[in-house]
T-cell receptor
Framework: AQSVTQPDIHITVSEGASLELRCNYSYGATPYLFWYVQSPGQGLQLLLKYFSGDTLVQGIKGFEAEFKRSQSSFNLRKPSVHWSDAAEYFCAVGAVRGQNFVFGPGTRLSVLP | AAGVIQSPRHLIKEKRETATLKCYPIPRHDTVYWYQQGPGQDPQFLISFYEKMQSDKGSIPDRFSAQQFSDYHSELNMSSLELGDSALYFC????????????FGPGTRLTVT
């Protein structure tokens, strides 16, 4: 069965600092991997996705993520964090259409001014 | 661009009452997913439909049922509501082609008193 872990429950960074959020997955085949962001009381917005090809994927809002098969990881990065990036970030793994996503527990990002 | 529409956005019910949540997918999307997110939790998959047929089932209680209609909108019916059903309920949709990423609606916040 698929599973996703996000080792960091809460991360605090200063505005302008770089950011890396960790995600590890367990899946029997090549997974489809996603990062979503959720502001309080809001829906989930897709940041980026990986299906195949280039292991470094670019997303919206200046985020990128790197797929490392050997480490079963799909870490999210941003070179310079803005205060508006404060939110909950979820990593998810999916398989095929119609099948559910499995979400990680989420990492809450706080940004210091 | 059109997004997933959910109604109502907020719903307050008493224990043992029934509730119906509606989801209108992005135009030309044929797959709908329902998730439940408790406070401080990651989204938990309930059920999904592809071309109006149930395609996957997760941790949906027997008190809940759902269907997808000919216009691809979906309804989640919840009966004998319990206090523990209080949560954010998200609908997501995915398209006919490509990479099947799920696009989430803004959610319905259900409060059971």
């Amino acid at each position: 069965a698929q599973s996703v872990t996000q080792p960091d429950i809460h991360i605090t960074v200063s505005e302008g600092a770089s950011l890396e959020l960790r995600c590890n997955y367990s899946y029997g085949a090549t997974p489809y991997l996603f990062w979503y962001v959720q502001s309080p009381g809001q829906g989930l917005q897709l940041l980026l996705k990986y299906f195949s090809g280039d292991t470094l994927v670019q997303g919206i809002k200046g985020f990128e993520a790197e797929f490392k098969r050997s480490q079963s990881s799909f870490n999210l990065r941003k070179p310079s964090v803005h205060w508006s990036d404060a939110a909950e970030y979820f990593c998810a793994v999916g398989a095929v259409r119609g099948q559910n996503f499995v979400f990680g527990p989420g990492t809450r990002l706080s940004v210091l001014p | 661009a059109a997004g997933v529409i959910q109604s109502p956005r907020h719903l307050i019910k008493e224990k043992r009452e029934t509730a119906t949540l509606k989801c209108y997918p992005i135009p030309r999307h044929d797959t709908v997913y329902w998730y439940q997110q408790g406070p401080g939790q990651d989204p938990q998959f309930l059920i999904s439909f592809y071309e109006k047929m149930q395609s996957d089932k997760g941790s949906i209680p027997d008190r809940f049922s759902a269907q997808q209609f000919s216009d691809y909108h979906s309804e989640l019916n919840m009966s004998s509501l319990e206090l523990g059903d209080s949560a954010l309920y998200f609908c997501a949709s995915s398209g006919r082609q490509g990479t099947y990423e799920q696009y989430f609606g803004p959610g319905t916040r259900l409060t059971v008193t």
